[in-house]
């Protein structure tokens, strides 16, 4: 069993380039491209990013606020795009069809219609107030609660929660 390795924010440098490629210079040595991934991304996301590159660890950020202001931004940006995932606003209409759910849905990016196979799965309540929903691209989507939700769709999505 591996070791966790917490990273000394003090030996950490990230760039990005024009590409969008993050890179990492860690103790005098260069790392390109790094992933970053949040380990607990709903309950601690400015917590405990693992940095990889390729398929190994290099170590775990414990906190982003120990890093310099223009890191924390850095990381933030890219972390808030990888992890980009809408809001959805209102459910329109919830329908079953040969054992998918299909949604017609408002999101602040616009309105779509999403296939969820598996629903039972891929509709997940993380939190009470966060669901989050995964369509057959792979694509997600999260609910702030059921609350602002009418009725019938509220119903239909707690038979999947």
Known sequence: MNDIHLLDPAELFFSLDENGIVSLRYEGKDYAP????RLFPFRAKDEYIAVRVDKEEIGI???LSSLPADQQKLLND?????????????????????????????????????????????????KEDYITIID?????????????????????IELYL
């Open 136 to 156: 057959v691209q792979g694509n997600r989507y999260y609910l702030n609660g059921l609350e602002g939700l009418e009725k019938k769709t509220r119903r239909i």
């Open 34 to 37: 790094v992933q970053l991934i």
């Open 61 to 63: 950020i414990e906190k």
């Open 78 to 126: 890219y972390l808030s795009y990888k992890y980009f995932i809408p809001q959805i606003q209102k459910v329109d209409k919830v329908e079953e069809k040969l054992g998918y759910v299909y949604m017609d849905i408002h999101t602040l990016m616009g309105d779509k219609t999403i296939c969820i196979a598996d629903a039972s799965t891929n509709v997940r309540q993380i």
